[in-house]
């Protein structure tokens, strides 16, 4: 434990189990946003003008960046295993708000893969794919934290984890144009 987790953790999570609209939010976001992020992928993809390849390219790029980021994180939690905070502290010290597994808490998959997704579209997606992609990232931070089902630094870690692997996956984008072309093609999107 260091001196930033536990009074982050309290200071985010004493908030929960008071504020039923806010709790119900940040439920949610800690639980849902992997479908939040599919929706939003789709209506993007359908969103663009026929045939746009350059757009559609970054979402399937954003899509490969966020399962990396949950691979590098598989990795990770197979080295080191930290516990989650409801698994450490007294019960009535912390408000658990959705139920989880003791499963390895560093760093947050859900974090992970949203900022993977994010940092897939920032500067190649339009502008309103990355700042909602970017925005839904930020939330499921705090509310991961919130619900009590992650420590701070759990969430920091997951940003990390997800810019670098929006980032790498760039650098060896040219390798996912066949997936562009076949989603294209598939959706009836490619100009013919």
């Known amino acids: 434990m260091n001196p930033f987790d536990l009074p982050v953790l309290h200071f985010l999570n004493h908030f929960a189990g008071h504020h039923p609209v806010v709790d119900l939010v940040m439920i949610g976001f800690a639980r849902y946003s992997p479908l939040m992020y599919a929706l939003l992928f789709i209506i993007a993809w359908f969103a663009q003008p026929r045939g746009e390849r350059p757009q559609r390219h970054a979402l399937v790029v954003a899509a ?8 590098i994180n598989m990795v990770i939690a197979h080295f080191w295993f930290r516990p989650r905070p409801f698994a450490v502290l007294p019960h009535d010290s912390l408000t658990q708000l959705i139920p989880h597994g003791a499963d ?9 893969g949203a900022f993977g997704f994010s940092a897939g579209c920032w500067g190649r997606a339009d502008r309103w794919v990355s700042w909602s992609f970017t925005l839904i990232a930020v939330l499921v931070m705090v509310a991961r934290v919130y ?8 969430v920091l870690a997951g940003l990390v984890v997800g810019i670098a692997a ?17 989603g294209l093609y598939v959706t009836g999107q490619a100009v013919r």
Not at 104 to 112: G, T, Y
């Open 147 to 154: 619900t009590g089902v992650h420590w701070p630094t759990d």
């Open 104 to 112: 390895a808490s560093f760093p947050s998959d859900h974090v992970s």
């Open 64 to 71: 490969v960046a966020g399962a990396l980021a949950l691979l």
């Open 166 to 182: 929006g980032r790498a996956v760039w650098l060896v984008s040219p390798l996912f144009r066949p997936l562009t072309r076949i």
